[in-house]
């Protein structure tokens, strides 16, 4: 069993910067593939993206050259660096964690509000 909870979410205005952390509990953290979702109000959840064990990410072209999402193993900890912020990126982020890169997400953190004012 792993537990993520979310951390470090707020209120930004367009253009700045915040950084969100997903501390997991459990010592198989180096083990999952660990991935951020973002829900809009009124939209269906998506990928925001992720980390392979090996340090390999992916990202969804909205946030390309803007987000980043760095792993720290020692801290059992993953990062979603969220700089440029735009009114569109407000939504309720989740991080998740899962087994491989193309299968179903185990376990969701509870989820933590960005919203970002124009």
């Known amino acids: 069993q792993v537990q993520l909870v979310e951390s470090g979410g707020g209120l930004v205005q367009a253009g700045g910067s915040l950084r969100l952390s997903c501390a997991a509990s459990?010592?198989?953290?180096?083990?999952?593939?660990m991935a951020w979702f973002r829900q809009a109000p009124g939209k269906e959840r998506e990928l925001v993206g992720h980390?392979?064990?090996?340090?390999?990410?992916y990202y969804t072209n909205s946030v390309k050259g803007r987000f980043t999402i760095p792993r720290d193993n020692a801290k059992n900890t993953v990062y979603l660096q969220m700089n440029s912020l735009k009114p569109e990126d407000t939504a309720v982020y989740y991080c998740?964690?899962?087994?491989?890169?193309?299968?179903?997400?185990?376990?969701w953190g509870q989820g933590t509000q960005v919203t970002v004012s124009s």
């Open positions: 998740a964690a899962k087994r491989g890169l193309y299968s179903d997400v185990d376990y």
């Open positions: 459990g010592r198989t953290f180096s083990s999952y593939v």
């Open positions: 980390i392979s064990t090996l340090g390999n990410t």
